[in-house]
């Protein structure tokens, strides 16, 4: 029993890594994220022009917050959310309706290597259509 039950542990560790293996390799080589997105999430909808941002970096010195971007299909508005040393927080208004790319970017050192590594997420946020009420 004890050796069917490490044979099954030695295989589901064996089969999450192939599964997850760019991930384990970015990790490896690169280290943890250098931010983690809390808001806004993928594929959110909104019912008006706006959506908030959470973002925190990670800690050290890893992060260099002053190239900190945020784009709003392709418009830089960064001057809308409060950037410091631990995250950015804020809101993003000006969305149209339909689908807004939303680009959150920031440069930073691997956390082994030292190298310099350039981190960015994107997310789609659509604004819902407001309803046409004429009906008569």
Do not use: Y
Request: glycine share 10%; proline share 4%.
């Amino acid at each position: 029993m004890k050796a069917a039950l490490a044979l099954f542990a030695v295989t589901s560790v064996a089969l999450a890594a192939w599964l997850f293996r760019a991930e384990l390799a970015a990790f490896v080589w690169l280290g943890p994220p250098l931010m983690r997105v809390e808001a806004p999430i993928h594929g959110l909808e909104v019912p008006v022009g706006s959506v908030e941002v959470d973002i925190q970096f990670a800690g050290g010195e890893r992060v260099a917050v002053e190239t900190f971007q945020c784009l709003l299909n392709g418009l830089d508005v960064t001057e809308s959310l409060t950037v410091g040393r631990n995250g950015a927080v804020g809101a993003i208004v000006g969305l149209r309706e339909g689908d807004n790319r939303i680009r959150v970017r920031v440069f930073g050192r691997s956390l082994w290597t030292g190298d310099f590594i350039d981190e960015e997420r994107d997310f789609v946020v659509r604004v819902r259509g407001i309803p046409f009420l004429d009906v008569a």
